[in-house]
């Protein structure tokens, strides 16, 4: 009776594994739905220029951004990225663009970014952006999601600062020409 009882628990232990492993495997999700834990978290400047310069008033002015994380030039004296589960440790956007702007609204309030990645790679994101005026500083703060290309998923925070000493042009006749924006980007996975 003993070797009757063992015989018979072996395939019932052998079913019971059988079925928490065809559990588990019937479970798992399919390689493409796998969702990224990759994020990155940089430092930079963006050195933008207006044509024409801004005043008070609000017209249609040109915007070419020279936005640099962690790549050092003329006008980005020092940066930093942390990458988590990713390559990439350096990153740039160089956008031109007509938009109506002033010295009292200096971005619109939604757009699309793009940052191409030393790794060849890109990251794309529509973005909602708010101006908040400091006694010392103007931050402008974007907000949004990657929609597609390298950290894919993410949740995205970026904010741009200029001391409020370098909107004192905004009074004159030629008004401000440029503005160089110390830059934070953080993309934190899902």
Do not use: K
Not at 76 to 81: K, L
Not at 115 to 126: A, E, M, V
């Amino acid at each position: 009776m003993i070797r009757r009882g063992r015989i018979h628990r072996i395939p019932v232990v052998a079913g019971l594994l059988a079925l928490s492993l065809g559990g588990a495997v019937t479970t798992t999700a399919p390689a493409h739905a796998a969702v990224s834990l990759a994020g990155i978290n940089c430092t930079g400047w963006s050195y933008t220029t207006y044509s024409p310069g801004l005043t008070d008033t609000v017209r249609p002015t040109t915007v070419v951004v020279d936005g640099d994380l962690n790549v050092i030039d003329e006008h980005s004296p020092t940066g930093s990225c942390l990458p988590v589960n990713s390559t990439a440790t350096a990153g740039e956007r160089d956008v031109t663009a007509v938009i109506d702007l002033s010295c009292n609204q200096l971005i619109g309030e939604s757009g699309v970014e793009t940052i191409r990645w030393n790794t060849g790679t890109s990251s794309s994101f529509p973005f909602t952006a708010t101006v908040v005026r400091g006694l010392s500083t103007t931050v402008l703060t974007e907000t949004g999601t990657v929609t597609s290309g390298e950290f894919a998923g993410g949740h995205v925070v970026e904010t741009f600062t200029a001391a409020n000493l370098d909107l004192t042009g905004c009074l004159t006749p030629t008004g401000v020409t440029s503005l160089n924006y110390a830059t934070v980007l953080t993309i934190l996975p899902l």
